[in-house]
Nanobody, 116 residues
Framework: QVKLVESGGGLVQPGESLRLSCAAS???????MGWYLQAPGKQREWVGT?????????FYADSVKGRFTISRDDAKNEVHLYMNNLKPEDTAVYYC?????????WGQGTQVNVSS
């Protein structure tokens, strides 16, 4: 069972940036990886997916398109989420997982707070 550990969250002001990381305890090669967020009182929702093998296309939710970028480093079993121009509505706990979310358990997530 691969374990996922998210990190990099914090408190930022609107317009600022954050880089989140997801470290997997085992190989992520061959698995499309996704980032998800769960805002207070809401269901977990999809942010974006990076396929494997990565051939240049990443898929994003409309709400983050143009502001967020996902990358992966299969050699280090890591996935990253670069978040630019953050908005208060981006406040949530962010998680990564294999895209079906059926293979591995969810990690603890990392909290992102965007507030002035």
């Amino acid at each position: 069972q691969v374990k996922l550990v998210e990190s990099g969250g914090g408190l930022v002001q609107p317009g600022e940036s954050l880089r989140l990381s997801c470290a997997a305890s085992g190989s992520i090669w061959g698995y499309a990886m996704g980032w998800y967020l769960q805002a207070p009182g809401k269901q977990r929702e999809w942010v974006g997916t990076i396929p494997s093998p990565y051939v240049g296309t990443v898929f994003y939710a409309d709400s983050v398109k143009g502001r967020f970028t996902i990358s992966r480093d299969d050699a280090k079993n890591e996935v990253h989420l670069y978040m630019n121009n953050l908005k208060p509505e981006d406040t949530a706990v962010y998680y990564c997982n294999e895209v079906t979310a059926l293979t591995w358990a969810w990690g603890q997530g990392t909290q992102v707070n965007v507030s002035s």
